[in-house]
């Protein structure tokens, strides 16, 4: 079956620093994939997204790119605030409307 | 703004004693879905509504149930909860099923308590 599976977090930065989120999938077929943010004690809420082999998600300055010869969709921010501190869940949508989401990655980021 | 909006926000109850939690929605989407949260982890989906048509996942407990009265309103009901149904509730939804380049849209989620 389909499956998603996401760097072990948590993840601890200092603000500014560069951040990479690692996301790599299991699926048949060719899944849109997704990028969701949660913070505390709220939904989840969508971050960036692409459809196809190639495309690049981006939103907020963060980015991530469909790799489909690596099967990965990795997260990157260049320079980390306070406020993105959250949890970040990689997630694969097949054309069937099945979701498939990782088990998510802790993200705190220091003054 | 369309949303998704999930009432209460935090519901307390007791041990066996049947609990419903709301989900309304203003995007006019087709698919409501109900997923159990714990502690951070992925969310697991327990059931959907493809307009009407109701789909359990093969591992959600009996325990579970829905309804969804019309396109705007979903419910989930607890028959008996016990202490390993406290978790978050999200409600989610999807404009159509066979288009999985969309998002899908989450509430804020419901969390359960459970004495």
């Known amino acids: 079956g389909d499956s998603v599976t996401q760097m072990e977090g948590p993840v601890t930065l200092s603000e500014e620093a560069f951040l990479t989120i690692n996301c790599t999938y299991t699926?048949?077929?060719?899944?849109?994939l997704f990028w969701y943010v949660q913070y505390p004690g709220e939904g989840l809420q969508l971050l960036l997204k692409?459809?196809?082999?190639?495309d690049k998600g981006s939103n907020k300055g963060f980015e991530a790119t469909y790799r489909k010869e690596t099967t990965s969709f990795h997260l990157e921010k260049g320079s980390v605030q306070v406020s993105d501190s959250a949890v970040y869940f990689c997630?694969?949508?097949?054309?069937?409307?099945?979701?498939?989401f990782g088990d998510g990655t802790t993200l705190t980021v220091k003054p | 703004d369309a949303m998704v909006i999930q009432n209460p926000r935090y519901q307390v109850t007791q041990f066996g004693k049947p609990v419903t939690l709301s989900c309304s929605q203003t995007?006019?989407?087709?698919?409501m879905y109900w997923y159990q949260q714990k502690s951070s982890q992925a969310p697991k989906l327990l059931f959907h509504?493809?307009?009407?048509?109701?789909?359990n996942e093969a591992d959600t407990p009996d325990n579970f149930q829905s309804r969804r009265p019309n396109t705007s309103f979903c419910f989930l009901d607890i028959r008996s909860p016990g202490l390993g149904d406290a978790a978050m509730y999200l409600c989610?939804?999807?404009?159509?099923?066979?288009?999985?380049?969309?998002?899908?849209?989450f509430g804020d989620g419901t969390r359960l308590s459970i004495l």
């Open positions: 989610a939804t999807s404009r159509d099923k066979g288009q999985g380049d969309q998002p899908q849209h």
């Open positions: 699926a048949t077929g060719y899944p849109s």
């Open positions: 692409a459809t196809k082999a190639d």
């Open positions: 997630a694969l949508r097949t054309n069937a409307g099945k979701s498939t």
């Open positions: 995007l006019n989407h087709n698919v």
């Open positions: 509504y493809y307009d009407k048509d109701f789909n």
